[in-house]
């Protein structure tokens, strides 16, 4: 699914006119990916693509962001329009979701064994090494796992599964008061 409503079926950076009176004129996004060089295939959403992608996208909006803002201090960008950090994330994935989860790999730094996983070095330890387990996909909640066990393999199960112990947040269960509870609730 494209983030963008609109085809550029040539790559020309516009969109066709809908009428013969109007100008083609590119959106935001399209100019960005043109000017940039912005790998238009980091622009598809696959929520299930795992955090390999995920980590493509980011190294790729860290670059544009730097791409863009070294064209504008050297006076070459030549555009209507004055771009935000928004923008580029827009380019991969929403707002919200950047900020709650692509975040998290402002942390990863510390970890360069990780990192050399997420880019799919060839000198990358193994997922068994690294995770301590093996699964076809890894998740953000993997990421997270990893993170609060402060880089060191999660690991399986307690109970002999294959699934893995990854740190997930609990749903807060709300109980109903019932009587004389229910009156010293009101009470306080």
Known sequence: MSVFPL????????????????????????????????????????????????????????????????????ENWNRLFTSTHIDFIQLVTSKSMWYKQY???????RYSQMIEWLRQSKDAISEIELWGFENKIYQWAHLEGFLKCDGKPLGNSEDGSDSVKVPMKKKKIHKKIKGKAKAKAKAV
Not at 36 to 58: E, M, P, R
Not at 103 to 109: A, E, I, S
Request: charged share 20%.
């Open 103 to 109: 975040k998290l790999f402002d942390q990863v730094f």
């Open 7 to 74: 085809q550029d079926p040539d790559n020309s950076g516009t969109i066709p006119a809908q009428s013969s009176h109007m100008s083609a004129i590119p959106t935001k996004g399209q100019t960005l990916i043109k000017k940039l060089d912005f790998d238009v295939s980091l622009t598809t959403q696959d929520q299930g693509a795992g955090i390999h992608v995920y980590y493509k996208h980011y190294e790729a909006v860290l670059a544009a962001i730097l791409k863009y803002e070294s064209l504008r201090k050297a």
